[in-house]
C-alpha cells in the first residue's frame, strides 16, 4: 500500500484556502518521500492562524498559490490513500481549494483518518496529534505542516508495525 499522508495550515477561520501543505509517502511500510511548501493563499490571514501557525501575509510572500502549488502535487496526491489526523478537515481545505479555483482532479478520493483509526485501535486515552506523539515518543513541531504531517505518518507506521489492519480504516471522500 502507497500512503499519501498531508496536512493542511489554514489562513484563517473559513478554511477553504491553504497557506501551507506538508506531505509525507509511506511506501512499503517506510517513509520513502516527503514534500513541503507555502502556500499563497490570495487572502486575508487572521491573527489566530498566524499565531498557530507562524505563517503570515509577509511569510507566503513570493509562495506559489494554489493553482500553480497544485499542478506540482497532483501526480503525488493521485499516487496513494491519502491520510491525515483529523482527515475530514485536511480533506475539507483541499476540496474547498480545488472548488475555488475551479480544478477540477477526481469525484472521491480513499482517505484513511489517523484519529479515527487511534479511537479503536486506542480507546480510553485523548487522540489528539500531540498527545498521540507523546504517545509514541515522535517529534513534533506541532501546527507546521511538514511536522505533522511526518508525525502522522509515523502515528501510521506504528499502527501497522503493531500488526493493525489499517484497511478497515479506508473511506471515501466526495470531492464534487
Not at 499542478?71 to 493521485?78: D, F, G, K, V, Y
Not at 511538514?146 to 509515523?154: G, K, L, Q, V
Amino acid at each position: 500500500m502507497r500512503y499519501i499522508v498531508f496536512d493542511v495550515e489554514t489562513p484563517n477561520r473559513a478554511n477553504d484556502r491553504m497557506s501551507a501543505i506538508g506531505i509525507t509517502v509511506i511506501e512499503g511500510g517506510r517513509i520513502a518521500d516527503s514534500f513541503f511548501s507555502l502556500v499563497d493563499p490570495e487572502t486575508h490571514f487572521d491573527r489566530f492562524n498566524t499565531q498557530l501557525t507562524g505563517i503570515s501575509a509577509s511569510t507566503v510572500q513570493g509562495a506559489p498559490n494554489f493553482p500553480a502549488l497544485w499542478q506540482r502535487i497532483a501526480p503525488l496526491m493521485s499516487s496513494g490513500i491519502l491520510v491525515a489526523h483529523n482527515a475530514v478537515f485536511d480533506m475539507g481545505v483541499l476540496k474547498k481549494c480545488l472548488q475555488g479555483y475551479g480544478i477540477p482532479w477526481k469525484a472521491t478520493a480513499k482517505y484513511l483518518c489517523t484519529v479515527q483509526s487511534a479511537r479503536r485501535l486506542l480507546p480510553g486515552m485523548k487522540h489528539s496529534l500531540d498527545v498521540m506523539c507523546e504517545h509514541y515518543g515522535i517529534p513534533l513541531d506541532h501546527h507546521k505542516a511538514d511536522s505533522d504531517a511526518r508525525a502522522c505518518a509515523e502515528i501510521l507506521l506504528r499502527y501497522l508495525q503493531s500488526g493493525a489492519d489499517v484497511t478497515q480504516f479506508i473511506r471515501t471522500y466526495r470531492l464534487t
